[in-house]
């Protein structure tokens, strides 16, 4: 069955250097995003992602945070300058379809430690 | 605004036993999406329901099932006969038509054996 996959799978970073979390989306799927989820709290819509720009996207996500899609298949979230709040999981998802009754097929995130 | 409120940080019940969590929804927009996504210890996030605003049928699939009433913006998820496996973070989420779904803070459940 195909699925979302991200890398790494956990990553340390110190104060203030930037970080590129990677996404391979389902390959048929048209749509991306990535949420937040700070430890033991909701998980936060960050950003969506369509047809190379980005379609809607949170309070959150301001100027730290770029998304992009390097080549056909992977799908990266940079956050320059991280601070120790940034520490969370990071999930990114697909779907084939924008349509909010489409299901969002979520990878199995990243965790980012500052430190 | 749009919000998910799940009002139960935890539960714990003992194998075998039904267990209910609660999700009560906030939103203008008459067309909307609700979500339940499970969350095991390893940490991905496990689509489990879909259900839009026009459809008020209660749903089943086997041990599990959710009952919606707009009439209380209610969409609660309720676990029969629960197993130690079912241990996780549950999380009901709504969507109003954008791209951003919404999520409530999670109900922990803890399964005992």
């Known amino acids: 069955e195909p699925e979302v996959t991200q890398t790494p799978s956990h990553q340390v970073t110190q104060m203030g250097q930037e970080v590129i979390l990677r996404c391979v989306p389902i390959?048929?799927?048209?749509?991306f995003y990535w949420y937040r989820q700070i430890l033991g709290q909701k998980v936060e819509f960050l950003v969506s992602?369509?047809?190379?720009?980005?379609?809607?996207k949170s309070e959150i996500f301001d100027d730290q945070f770029s998304v992009e899609r390097p080549d056909g298949s992977n799908f990266t979230l940079k956050i320059r300058s991280t601070k120790l709040e940034d520490s969370a999981m990071y999930f990114c998802?697909?779907?084939?379809?924008?349509?909010?009754?489409?299901?969002?097929?979520f990878g199995p995130g990243t965790r980012l430690t500052v430190l | 605004a749009q919000k998910v409120t799940q009002a139960q940080t935890e539960i714990s019940v003992v194998e075998k036993e039904d267990v209910t969590l609660d999700c009560v929804y906030e939103?203008?927009?008459?067309?909307?999406?609700l979500f339940w996504y499970k969350q095991p210890p390893s940490g991905e996030l496990v689509f489990l329901i879909r259900?839009?605003?026009?459809?008020?049928q209660n749903e089943i699939s086997g041990r599990y099932s959710w009952n919606f009433q707009k009439s209380t913006s209610s969409f609660n998820f309720t676990i029969t006969a629960s197993q130690v496996v079912d241990s996780a973070v549950y999380f009901c989420?709504?969507?109003?038509?954008?791209?951003?779904?919404?999520f409530g803070a999670g109900t922990r459940l803890f399964v005992k054996a």
């Open positions: 998802a697909s779907s084939y379809s924008g349509r909010p009754d489409n299901e969002q097929f």
């Open positions: 390959s048929n799927h048209l749509y």
């Open positions: 992602f369509y047809n190379n720009e980005i379609s809607e």
């Open positions: 939103t203008r927009d008459t067309t909307y999406y």
């Open positions: 259900r839009n605003s026009f459809d008020e």
């Open positions: 989420a709504l969507n109003t038509g954008g791209f951003k779904t919404i």
